[in-house]
């Protein structure tokens, strides 16, 4: 059973930086593709990035150049860098694992970008 937790969500003010990580549980984290999502309230839930076994990696236009997102496959742990962060990334994070034959997700970290 593989398990994802995220962390390091909290309180920034905009222009400010946050560092998310997901910790994976099982030994299919180094072959499986990882992703970023976040929902806002009365949003639906959208992709962030992406991050292939390989580190490919691709981004959202609203992130791109923002946000980077990295792997550490001997830690079984994704992380996702968000600089430059505004008002409207606000929002709960959640980490994806892209599985057969499911996907797995974490419990979402809230980030809130105020003054």
């Known amino acids: 059973q593989v398990q994802l937790v995220e962390s390091g969500g909290g309180l920034v003010q905009p222009g400010g930086s946050l560092r998310l990580s997901c910790a994976a549980s099982?030994?299919?984290?180094?072959?499986?593709?990882m992703a970023w999502y976040r929902q806002a309230p009365g949003n639906q839930r959208e992709l962030v990035a992406t991050?292939?076994?390989?580190?490919?990696?691709n981004y959202a236009d609203s992130v791109k150049g923002r946000f980077t997102c990295s792997r550490d496959n001997a830690k079984n742990t994704v992380y996702l860098q968000m600089n430059s962060l505004k008002p409207e990334d606000t929002a709960v994070y959640y980490c994806?694992?892209?599985?057969?034959?499911?996907?797995?997700w974490g419990q979402g970290t809230q980030v809130t970008v105020s003054s």
């Open positions: 991050i292939t076994s390989g580190g490919r990696t």
């Open positions: 994806k694992m892209v599985a057969f034959p499911r996907d797995y």
């Open positions: 099982g030994s299919i984290f180094s072959i499986n593709v």
